[in-house]
């Protein structure tokens, strides 16, 4: 998740100058061989190493993909684009973490990241051959990328994704010891569980295309109110088998959030779409880090793994508190632009 806020932004920043099909291919490249270094790592720190090189590129990737998409699609399906394309990162929870798991169960887990590395050549090779050129949105200057960070709703709707997709992270991050401690199953059941939340996650990505195209930001607020009510749910749902898994999908479904802010991002950045839809992914792996963190907290205070379904409906809260503060902005913003004409003709009256 380090990796991943820090190369963000500055990836973007740096491969500004060049088109979007070789930057793809470029930092796809990137990722594969972090991941081969991650396989081969001889000690832990070296491994610790090889995972933040490995995670550098990832924000870009999605971010320069996200745009890429809206790029080839009709102007009135920008959302359902962008959700297609997050559609990747949920099918990696669908699959690959219940997969990887496996793996590291029953083979080693070198195989994991030695597989990552080939899947992500083969991903490499299909851009190669699929992906039109002549996609690339204006060229601009790193000054004028940066000057995305002078605009408020930037910061607000990065705030939302940071603050308000961590609680999905606090009960995702410690669902494998609730599973054991609490509901009382084996650790044979704990692959699904965390599949429940690819499950929830894959029909969010379409629900938030879809949220967006139809309410724009206001979406966010129908998301998090969702996610509020799951996640107080949650510690009640974690005592038997059928319910956390139906609370795993429920919670899951808050990966909605993830096209409505990057399409938001794209509409409020100005000409700094790379450095803002890249952004995007430092503040989702910034949540990453907030959710488990803060969920570990309540957890070592003695509150009981399923407190973190309310660590999780806090974060939840103070999001839809920030997506408050973003309509007020949004609506004096609109309101200023609407009364500027009519001064103007009253001064020339």
Same mark, same amino acid.
């Given at each position: 998740?380090? +990796?991943? /806020? @820090? ?22 490249? %990137? ?9 081969l790592g001889p000690t832990y720190e070296s491994l610790?190493? *090889? ?7 990832? +924000? ?29 990162? $949920?099918?990696?929870?669908?699959? +690959? ?8 169960q029953v083979i080693d887990w070198r195989w994991i ?5 080939? !899947? ?14 002549? !996609? ?12 995305? %960070? ?12 940071? !603050?308000?997709?961590?609680?999905? %992270?606090? /009960? %995702?991050?410690?669902?494998?010891? $609730? ?5 009382? /199953? ?11 939340? #690819?499950? #929830? ?20 607020? @129908? ?20 319910? !956390?898994?139906?609370? $795993? ?8 959030? #993830? ?8 509409? /409020? ?33 003695? *509150? ?14 103070? #999001? ?18 609407? $009364? ?10």
């Amino acid at each position: 998740a380090l +990796g991943v /806020v @820090v190369g963000a932004p500055l990836l973007a920043i740096l491969g500004n100058g060049i088109s979007r099909k070789t930057l793809l291919l470029s930092l796809m490249g %990137f990722y594969a061989l972090g991941n081969l270094a991650s396989a081969l790592g001889p000690t832990y720190e070296s491994l610790l190493w *090889f995972r933040f090189i490995a995670g550098l590129p990832h +924000g870009a990737y999605f971010g320069v993909a996200a745009l890429t998409a809206v790029a080839i699609s009709p102007p009135d399906r920008r959302g359902r684009a962008v959700s297609l394309v997050m559609l990747g990162l $949920t099918l990696a929870i669908l699959l +690959g973490n219940p997969l990887a798991t496996w793996v590291g169960q029953v083979i080693d887990w070198r195989w994991i990241y030695a597989a990552v590395a080939v !899947i992500s050549l083969a991903t490499a090779a299909l851009l190669a051959m699929w992906l039109p050129r002549g !996609i690339d949105g204006p060229r601009t200057r790193p000054v004028a990328e940066l000057r995305a %960070f002078n605009r408020l709703p930037v910061w607000q709707a990065l705030a939302i994704g940071a !603050i308000g997709f961590a609680g999905m %992270f606090a /009960v %995702f991050s410690y669902l494998a010891p $609730t599973m054991l401690e609490v509901t009382g /199953v084996s650790a044979a059941w704990i692959p699904l569980g965390l599949a429940g939340f #690819g499950v #929830g996650g894959v029909a969010g990505n379409f629900a938030g295309g879809w949220l967006y195209d139809r309410f724009k930001l206001r979406g966010a607020w @129908v998301v998090l109110a969702w996610a509020v009510a799951m996640l107080l749910l949650f510690p009640l749902m974690a005592r038997s088998l059928p319910t !956390i898994l139906l609370a $795993t999908v429920a919670i899951g479904l808050m990966g909605a959030l #993830g096209p409505i802010l990057q399409s938001h991002l794209m509409d /409020v950045a100005g000409d700094a779409q790379t450095l803002a839809a890249a952004s995007h992914h430092a503040a989702f792996n910034a949540a990453n880090a907030l959710g488990p963190w803060l969920g570990g907290m309540a957890i070592t205070a003695g *509150f009981g793994w399923t407190s973190t379904g309310y660590v999780g409906a806090a974060t939840a809260v103070a #999001g839809l508190l920030v997506y408050a503060w973003a309509r007020r902005t949004a609506r004096r913003t609109t309101a200023g632009a609407s $009364t500027a004409p009519a001064a103007a003709l009253a001064c020339e009256g």
